[in-house]
């Protein structure tokens, strides 16, 4: 079995900053990918960062230069640093993986249950 889950959400004002963190835990073979995604109320899900399985790391648009991605590879977890908050970036926010549980298996995403991130004053 494979556990991801997420911490660090809350309420903050405009301008302010949080730091998400993710980790996977349980039967894990390899680790691909992990990123985090958003999704607000009335919208479709959306990339905000992720680590591709080639090491790089990519941002939404609306983030680029606010959000930081980063990861701890030893403790399958990875972090997302978000600065200059901004009432839009209110959402919750979801951390995936892809990973193999073991070696030859498919990799599967896996998804964890989301943290509430509120901007506002």
């Known amino acids: 079995q494979v556990q991801v889950v997420e911490s660090g959400g809350g309420l903050v004002q405009p301008g302010g900053s949080l730091r998400l963190s993710c980790t996977a835990s349980g039967s894990i073979f390899k680790i691909y990918t992990m990123g985090w995604y958003r999704q607000a109320p009335g919208n479709q899900r959306e990339l905000v960062a992720g680590?591709?399985?080639?090491?790089?790391?990519n941002y939404a648009d609306s983030v680029q230069g606010r959000f930081t991605i980063s990861r701890d590879n030893a403790k399958n977890t990875v972090y997302l640093q978000m600065n200059s908050l901004k009432p839009e970036d209110t959402a919750v926010y979801y951390c995936?993986?892809?990973?193999?549980?073991?070696?030859?298996?498919?990799?599967?995403?896996?998804w964890g249950q989301g943290t509430q991130v509120t901007v506002s004053s």
């Open positions: 995936t993986t892809t990973l193999s549980r073991a070696l030859g298996t498919t990799p599967r995403d896996y």
């Open positions: 680590f591709t399985s080639g090491g790089g790391a």
